[in-house]
């Protein structure tokens, strides 16, 4: 196997688990909408009106995007969408320690409730690195299996 | 190639409002739309004083707030320090009584979150928020 078949591989594997993490994360906040939206009005930056209907929408977003990237179907709309979903998602975990809430982000539903700031901020980091790297992969030369 | 990621975006923005607005539908009459605690949930300062013996009354703040003040014959169950608390808690419950949860302010979210352990897991079922919190206890005893 040459090393750019090697190469493909290694990007096919991370889009398996980026995808997965997200359809993961949006089925365990499926099952609980309205713990989802407790979770998004503890950032205190959105009206309960609004936040009980992103509890709703957002986890079948991550979903359908997580969907998107394992089966490379509307791959790049779906690494676009994620891309700004964590973005966002970073931003509002910092703003929200900076301004001294104390939240569980409900990233992952009950099994994120115990995970602090850091373990948080770790992961949404990378997860944010890795679809940056899949987005820059992607527009370099056409990965497909 | 960015004219494509946009169409595929949108696609993907649109077909996920379908299932978002079927679960909605199902789950319309179990989530509270227009405020995070539903009105029957709720109690005011003069309707759980009035309740008198017939209630028992939560402090969901910080250990340190409930050591400063709280109101009278109050027990302290924070989740800061959860399995604890309530241990000292349930023995003290009277299933009769009605269970009324406050924290510091009407923002504060810590006692609707009390509030919905004590239903999910300690099974109880008159549970109520109070609204407004120790701010509104306070004002109201001036």
Redesign the interface.
């Given at each position: 196997m040459g090393e750019e078949e090697q190469m493909k591989y290694a990007w096919r594997v991370v889009d398996l688990i980026i995808g997965g993490i997200f359809v993961y994360a949006g089925v365990s906040k499926?099952l609980d909408?309205?713990q989802f939206?407790?979770d998004i009005?503890?950032y205190?930056t959105l009206p309960?009106?609004v936040s009980?209907?992103l509890a709703?929408?957002l986890?079948?977003?991550e979903?359908?995007?997580g969907l998107?990237v394992i089966s490379r179907f509307?791959?790049?709309?779906?690494?676009?969408?994620l891309t700004g979903l964590i973005a966002v998602f970073i931003g509002a975990t910092v703003a929200a320690k900076m301004r001294g809430l104390d939240i569980t982000c409900g990233c992952f539903g009950h099994a994120s409730k115990n995970w602090n700031f850091s373990t948080h901020l770790v992961l949404d980091l990378a997860i944010f690195a890795a679809i940056l790297a899949l987005l820059f992969a992607n527009?370099r030369h056409r990965v497909e299996l | 190639m960015k004219l494509r990621a946009v169409r595929e975006g949108l696609i993907l923005i649109a077909l996920a409002f379908l299932p978002a607005i079927g679960e909605g539908i199902y789950f319309r009459d179990k989530v509270s739309w227009q405020s995070p605690i539903p009105a029957s949930e709720l109690v005011t300062v003069d309707q759980a004083r009035a309740w008198s013996d017939g209630a028992i009354w939560v402090d969901a703040r910080p250990d340190e707030e409930f050591a400063r003040d709280h109101v009278p014959g109050a027990f302290s169950l924070n989740e800061d320090h959860w399995n604890e608390l309530l241990a000292q808690f349930l023995p003290n419950l009277s299933r009769d009584k009605k269970v009324v949860v406050y924290c510091s302010a009407e923002s504060c979210n810590a006692a609707r979150d009390v509030a919905k352990r004590l239903r999910d897991e300690a099974q109880l079922k008159d549970v109520f928020v109070l609204q407004g919190g120790w701010e509104e206890w306070v004002k109201k005893s001036k």
């Open positions: 499926v909408p309205a939206a407790n009005d503890n205190k309960w009106f009980v209907r709703f929408y986890p079948w977003l979903i359908f995007c998107a509307f791959y790049r709309g779906g690494l676009s969408i527009s | -």
